[in-house]
């Protein structure tokens, strides 16, 4: 069926004209629209930041290597290249004794400078260190063990301990994974309640309009030509109310942004929005206007036969 | 305009060479919860007639009507208007067959928030005619019903008179064959009504064939038409300029 472009045009000025002839329910409609995508938003933020988060620290995730202290320089090598040589391995630093305490003592800072007054080279308690890195941080425990092991080539047990943040590491993975499944379930639950919850406002719209529709089917209008106006009503309220929506999280996005950095306290930082605001405004738009479709359509359905 | 007018030509013409416009043969409808609207009814409606129906509330005028515009199919039976057989008509159909009936009723029915022009060029929006045909066109109806200075009224500042008015100039925008009206001096008194009659009678006279169904005495009694009288879901009389022939 061929539709003149007047009458494309005639649907779109309908559309937007019942936009506001039903005022306060198009208002309704709109503010479901923008509480359950703010929601919705709000947890994908925080999901993103969470995994940022989590992704930062599991690149922190580094094996320590101690090494006894009778280990001779080809003994350490040896040891270096071996661990080096594995596949799992991406990166191994030898940290000399001197460097650790040094070190140590930076980390302490000015407090934990009695701490360890008194300790020079010759008394220096920290033993020389082999720092591995790993390509994917999940197989730290695995490399771990595979380190001590070598232990059981050489006679003289050059490898004192091996420290990997045990347990911590364990659970920060458990946790991090937990909050990405939780958020992701929360964030599809949220959608599909926000589908419902505006399909119901537009079933009321339309409700409120069933005399509308019975003088169009009997003055001979066809259910596509019934139908379009409320296609562009529904996805316009859920362009209006996503948009809307974007700009809110994103002003107040921002604010949160600044005043974390500005806080040199915070450990850590957001994730810039110039980073995710495009995705995050395509998927909530195109959420808002798909909602908006998909609750005038599947309402208006009903009222379409006899 | 033409182009519009030679639609409804085409349309008119498939009565091929028969005057009938509306035929129904043994019609019954009984409705879900058991009424027996019609029993058995068989009438023919030529074109350009103007016919009353009456008869009793509930005797089976407005199921009569409401089968004619394709409300309702028949149980059993058959009906055809304008040479289509309503009761085996696809839904898909049904928009394009309404085209060439107008329709009007006690209650109005116009669009609140609309102007009256709007209400008038709704009917032809939804057949999606031209911009420039609407706006002759709807000018032209609005002038022959009396209210081309009230166009941009909306129905809440008219009066039930005027209303009715709109709503004849909606009915007959499209150039139909034929216009159901369920009892359009029901609402309104009498010197009001006197007023729709008459308009109701000059677009029969251009050529509208007119069915109306009402209660209204002094109406069929003074302008004489062909009455149709049902009783108990019969045909019980049928006359050529007849009267009203009831005390109510």
């Given at each position: 069926m061929v539709m003149i472009f007047n009458t494309l045009l005639r649907h779109l000025r309908e559309g937007f004209k019942n936009v506001f002839r039903n005022g306060w329910m198009s208002v309704a409609s709109i503010t479901s629209i923008i509480v359950s995508l703010f929601i919705l938003g709000v947890f994908i933020l925080l999901v993103l930041n969470v995994n940022s988060f989590a992704d930062d620290a599991d690149s922190m995730v580094q094996i320590k290597t101690f090494l006894s202290s009778n280990v001779e320089d080809s003994m350490r090598e040896k040891l270096h290249n071996e661990i080096a040589a594995?596949?799992?391995?991406s990166r191994v630093t030898f940290i000399s004794k001197a460097e650790g305490l040094r070190d140590f003592r930076e980390q302490l800072g000015e407090e934990g400078k009695d701490l360890l007054e008194g300790y020079d080279e010759t008394t220096n308690p920290i033993p020389d260190t082999l720092q591995v890195e790993v390509?994917?941080?999940?197989?730290v425990p695995y490399v771990a063990s595979k380190i001590e092991q070598l232990n059981n080539k050489y006679?003289?047990?050059?490898?004192?301990k091996v420290r990997y943040g045990q347990g911590t590491t364990e659970k920060l993975f458990k946790i991090t994974r937990a909050v990405r499944n939780i958020g992701f379930a929360f964030v599809a639950g949220l959608a599909l309640m926000a589908m419902f919850l505006i399909s119901n406002t537009i079933r009321v719209t339309i409700l409120a309009r069933r005399r509308e529709i019975g003088i169009m089917k009997l003055v001979g209008a066809t259910n596509m030509f019934i139908r379009w106006p409320f296609f562009v009503e529904g996805a316009l309220i859920g362009f209006i109310g996503s948009v809307i929506t974007v700009g809110i999280l994103f002003i107040g996005y921002n604010q949160l942004a600044l005043s974390v950095k500005e806080?040199?306290?915070?450990a850590f930082h957001l994730v810039?929005?110039?980073?995710v605001g495009p995705q995050i405004t395509v998927l909530l738009v195109g959420l808002g206007l798909l909602i908006g479709i998909w609750g005038s359509t599947v309402s208006i359905r009903r009222f379409l036969k006899v | 305009m033409s182009k519009w007018n030679t639609v409804s030509h085409r349309v008119r013409n498939q009565?091929?060479?028969?005057?009938?416009?509306i035929e129904m043969q043994d019609v019954w409808k009984t409705y879900?919860?058991?009424?027996?609207?019609?029993?058995g009814v068989s009438v023919k409606i030529d074109r350009n007639e103007f016919v009353y129906l009456v008869g009793p509330?509930?005797?089976g005028k407005s199921t009569f009507m409401k089968l004619i515009y394709r409300e309702e199919i028949p149980t059993k039976g058959q009906i055809s208007v304008n040479g289509f057989n309503i009761g085996k008509l696809k839904p898909r159909k049904i928009p394009y067959v309404r085209r060439n009936i107008g329709v009007i009723f006690q209650d109005f029915r116009?669009?609140?928030?609309?102007?009256a022009y709007e209400n008038v060029a709704f009917a032809l929006e939804v057949i999606e005619a031209p911009k420039k045909v609407i706006k002759k066109r709807v000018m032209e109806v609005l002038d022959l019903v009396g209210l081309k200075n009230k166009a941009n009224r909306d129905p809440s500042q008219l009066s039930g008179g005027e209303q009715q008015r709109v709503a004849i100039a909606r009915a007959i925008v499209n150039n139909p064959s034929v216009i159901i009206a369920?009892?359009?001096?029901?609402?309104?008194?009498p010197e009001t009504s006197w007023g729709i009659m008459q308009l109701l009678d000059e677009i029969n006279f251009r050529g509208t064939t007119i069915v109306m169904a009402t209660h209204n005495k002094e109406i069929v009694n003074s302008m004489r038409k062909r009455v149709i009288a049902i009783e108990h879901g019969h045909i019980v009389r049928d006359e050529l300029r007849g009267d009203y022939g009831y005390d109510f």
């Open positions: 594995m596949e799992e391995v390509v994917e941080p999940t197989t006679p003289d047990q050059p490898i004192y806080d040199i306290t915070l810039p929005l110039n980073e | 009565g091929l060479g028969r005057d009938e416009l879900p919860n058991g009424t027996h609207a019609l029993r509330s509930g005797a116009l669009l609140p928030k609309l102007t369920d009892e359009p001096t029901g609402n309104l008194d």
